[in-house]
């Protein structure tokens, strides 16, 4: 699985749009892009998933530059509820995929 | 997408004893995934659960301290043998779901004392 690299933390107030940047250099032709948010608590709760370019839903943004070596999540307008680990998986959606969490991001939303 | 009920929640439990976890899905699913997340860590797969057939584990796990059940498509057990202080974490099962990616338990917070 590739390996993945994102910040630590990220602090941010309320109505901000945040973004958080993670780094996959060595992804495979096959490998999907996939983020999962963490409240304390809770098990990690599937944000959103992407291959290439831009992918929009309710919840979030995942941009996707052409050499698919990083991925930004983008949260619009943040709210005291977004306050999360937020975790970048990459590999290939099958049968047997195994989730391989890394450290994820904590972000922190403040009034 | 799928509902999965873990039970117990939360426990404390005397060192060297044995605690099973149950985790009940709504619907019918060929895989079953045990993590174990320590305290302010991130997760960490601890075996794939297929019904019928011996579970698998990833490295660092053995059967012997982690015996998982599966015995049907809908439900598994995760049981932590002669536990020690360093077991302590929060265990979450989870099943893939094709088009939502995976759904994960709300977790097993145990303590081991």
């Known amino acids: 699985l590739a390996k993945t690299t994102q910040p630590i933390s990220m602090d941010s107030y309320e109505g901000q749009e945040v973004n958080i940047t993670c780094s996959h250099n060595?992804?495979?032709?096959?490998?999907?892009i996939t983020w999962y948010q963490q409240f304390p608590s809770q098990g990690p709760r599937f944000i959103i998933q992407?291959?290439?370019t831009k992918v929009t839903n309710e919840v979030a943004s995942l941009f996707i530059p052409a050499d698919r070596k990083s991925s930004t999540l983008s949260l619009p307008r943040v709210s005291l509820s977004d306050t999360a680990v937020y975790y970048c998986?990459?590999?290939?959606?099958?049968?047997?995929?195994?989730?391989?969490f890394g450290a994820g991001t904590t972000v922190t939303v403040r009034a | 997408s799928a509902v999965i009920s873990q039970k117990p929640s939360r426990d404390i439990c005397q060192r060297g004893t044995s605690l099973t976890i149950q985790c009940q899905v709504d619907?019918?699913?060929?895989?079953m995934f045990w993590y174990r997340q320590q305290p302010g860590q991130s997760l960490t797969l601890i075996a794939t659960?297929?019904?019928?057939?011996?579970?698998?584990?990833e490295s660092g796990f053995v059967i012997d301290k982690f015996p998982i059940s599966r015995p049907n498509l809908t439900f598994s057990t995760l049981t932590v043998s002669n536990m020690s202080p360093e077991d302590s974490s929060i265990y979450l099962c989870?099943?893939?779901?094709?088009?939502?990616?995976?759904?994960f338990g709300s977790g097993t917070r145990l303590t081991v004392v």
């Open positions: 998986l990459v590999g290939v959606p099958s049968n047997d995929y195994k989730l391989s």
């Open positions: 989870s099943v893939e779901e094709r088009l939502d990616g995976y759904t």
């Open positions: 619907s019918q699913v060929t895989m």
């Open positions: 659960a297929n019904q019928g057939s011996e579970a698998t584990y």
């Open positions: 060595n992804i495979a032709t096959n490998d999907y």
């Open positions: 992407g291959y290439k």
